[in-house]
């Protein structure tokens, strides 16, 4: 019904400006993360599209440039599944920008086959929450220092789906490619949730969203049968124009300057699941994150 009721929404429009402010946005050579860079380039934005794909990430970049007419448009090599070329990256923008105001953790993979990382985490908790942990871990001095800032985090409805396993957070001793994804998602919940509390004070607040059911790239893994349904479900779907609405809408709505830590759709509060309030399930993910990123984030 939501998504039904969002159909006959007004959609959510605003003029806000982003001149002089610096963006990252991960995964932004596809889909709903180059249709953000294209609307924050127009802002006025920096824009960093961070890639694993350099030569499909150059083309983006272009078109960005071309749609946006914003010629401060730059791609960077990051590859969320190896924790080396997270931390080059991240050694590269803190070097060589003098501030970071938004953050989009947008950059996801979807039902795939069982892989791992190069850190030998499983490729969807991995991608989508570990990869994105770290990342914000090694960026948060620089957003601290340009506050304020935002971090958007791209999650899901289906984060209510599903549970965390905490005792098998790698899919090691069984894998279901959903149940991996919507506990992934959830994570992104959660991890919004946390960084909130820790962020509390700091002119930092973070966010994490629901874009709706989008016509993506993500659904190549997809096997037949699932891509008839998605077919057929395809005009309550939304193209990736406004698909990236709502990462749009948390990443510049002067409203939500005070607000931190809630979950989004169709560019307004939405309830998340009881799982993705859980504070005691937060953090526990939080630790266990830290842990297996051997890093420490109080």
């Known amino acids: 019904m939501q998504a039904i009721r969002s159909f006959f929404r007004a959609p959510w429009s605003s003029a806000q400006r982003l001149d ?74 803190n070097q060589e920008e003098p501030k970071l105001n938004i953050l ?24 989508n929450h570990m990869g994105h942990f770290l990342l914000t871990y090694l960026l948060t001095d620089l957003i601290k220092k340009s506050a304020p800032a935002r971090i958007v985090t791209v999650s899901s409805m289906a984060h209510s789906w599903g549970p965390i396993n905490l005792e098998d957070i790698n899919s090691e001793k069984r894998y279901d490619k ?15 949730r946390s960084l909130a509390k820790r ?12 874009p709706g059911v989008i016509q993506t790239d993500l659904w190549h ?23 990236a609405q709502t990462t749009i809408y948390c990443a510049v709505e002067p409203s939500l300057e005070k607000e931190s830590g809630g ?13 993705g309030k859980d504070d005691d399930l937060a953090q526990k993910l939080w630790e266990l994150s830290c842990q297996q990123l051997s890093i420490t984030w109080e």
């Open 20 to 93: 002089g402010k610096t963006v990252v946005i991960t995964g932004a050579n596809a889909g709903i993360g180059k249709e953000t860079a294209i609307d924050l380039a127009k802002r006025g934005a920096r824009v960093i599209m961070a890639c694993r794909d350099m030569g499909r990430a150059q083309a983006a970049a272009k078109d960005v440039t071309e749609s946006s007419g914003n010629k401060d448009v730059v791609c960077m090599k990051l590859d969320l599944a190896d924790s080396k070329s997270i931390r080059e990256f991240a050694e590269a923008i």
């Open 104 to 127: 989009i953790n947008n950059a996801g993979v979807m039902a795939c086959p069982y892989g791992k990382t190069a850190d030998g985490f499983e490729m969807q908790i991995g991608v």
């Open 178 to 192: 959903w149940k991996a994804y919507y506990q992934s998602k959830l994570a992104n919940v959660l991890f919004s």
């Open 199 to 210: 962020l509390e004070g700091t002119g930092v607040t973070t966010y994490s969203l629901h």
């Open 221 to 243: 893994h997809l096997s037949g049968i699932e891509q008839f349904f998605i077919k057929m479900a395809r005009p309550f779907t939304k193209n990736s124009v406004q698909g």
């Open 263 to 275: 979950y989004y759709s169709d560019c307004a509060p939405a309830d998340c699941s009881a799982a």
